[in-house]
Nanobody, 124 residues
């Protein structure tokens, strides 16, 4: 069964940059669509913030273009989400999800696997 693990979160000052990682063992992420989501305290889960399909094409939520960059390292079987110019409103638990195949639109309940999430806190 596909299991995803996120890493790279933590406390960062406003204006800072962070790179989150999503990795899996025993499953090739490059044959999956990988999406990133976040859930801020007291709010519903938001996303996908960005997703990347097997051919490497990235997609972004319109409002986040320019600050969010998704990429994949097939040698490391890892998908990254780099967030620049972090702001306090970016504070949330960030999670990655996977669905086998190439999808640019995935219903919320159709993702095959989720990571447990990782905390990102933006504060001075």
């Amino acid at each position: 069964q596909l299991q995803l693990v996120e890493s790279g979160g933590g406390l960062v000052q406003p204006g800072g940059i962070l790179r989150l990682s999503c990795t899996a063992s025993e499953v090739d992420l490059s044959i999956n669509t990988i999406g990133w989501f976040r859930q801020a305290p007291g709010k519903l889960r938001e996303g996908p913030l960005s997703l990347i399909i097997p051919d490497g094409t990235p997609y972004y939520k319109e409002a986040l273009k320019g600050r969010f960059t998704i990429s994949r390292d097939d040698a490391k079987n890892t998908v990254y989400l780099q967030i620049s110019n972090l702001q306090p409103e970016d504070t949330a638990v960030y999670s990655c999800a996977a669905k086998r195949g190439s999808w640019i639109s995935v219903p919320p309940d159709a993702w095959s696997a989720w990571g447990q999430g990782i905390q990102v806190t933006v504060s001075s």
